[in-house]
């Protein structure tokens, strides 16, 4: 199994990037694949999520209405459009897969973002820098 991301860089509040994570040695359509970041300090935290066998996402209310994520299966590649970017969206942006949900649900029915701690594969890695 192998994740590969790319696409990190340096932009001015305001500016636009594109991650690609490109995936090979597992059944695409069959797993989740999300977005993950981390900034020094804090936690790693879910982004967006995406099924690609039924398009389905899932993402954090922070980033809603300007990140969108997508998935190419021929190219067995999920990427992450990110718009208005902030210096709080400054982090290690990650991508991960597993064969379960993007989310989970509690008995009383709310509904979270799946742990980074379920997913088994994750590249290594890309570096999104936002300046004021």
């Known amino acids: 199994v192998q994740l590969v991301e790319s696409g990190g860089g340096s932009v001015q509040t305001g500016g636009s990037l594109r991650l690609s994570c490109a995936t090979s040695g597992f059944p695409f359509d069959d797993y989740v694949i999300a977005w993950f970041r981390q900034a020094p300090g804090k936690e790693r935290e879910g982004v967006q999520c995406?099924?690609?066998?039924?398009?389905?996402?899932w993402e954090r209310d922070s980033v809603r209405g300007r990140f969108t994520i997508s998935s190419d299966s021929a190219k067995s590649t999920v990427y992450l459009q990110m718009n208005r970017l902030q210096p709080e969206d400054s982090a290690v942006y990650y991508c991960?897969?597993?064969?379960?949900?993007?989310?989970?649900?509690?008995?009383?029915?709310?509904?979270?973002?799946?742990?980074?701690?379920?997913?088994?594969?994750w590249g290594q890695g890309t570096q999104v820098t936002v300046s004021s």
């Open positions: 991960a897969a597993d064969a379960g949900s993007c989310y989970y649900c509690t008995p009383d029915d709310a509904c979270y973002f799946k742990d980074d701690d379920k997913y088994w594969d």
């Open positions: 995406i099924s690609p066998r039924d398009r389905s996402t």
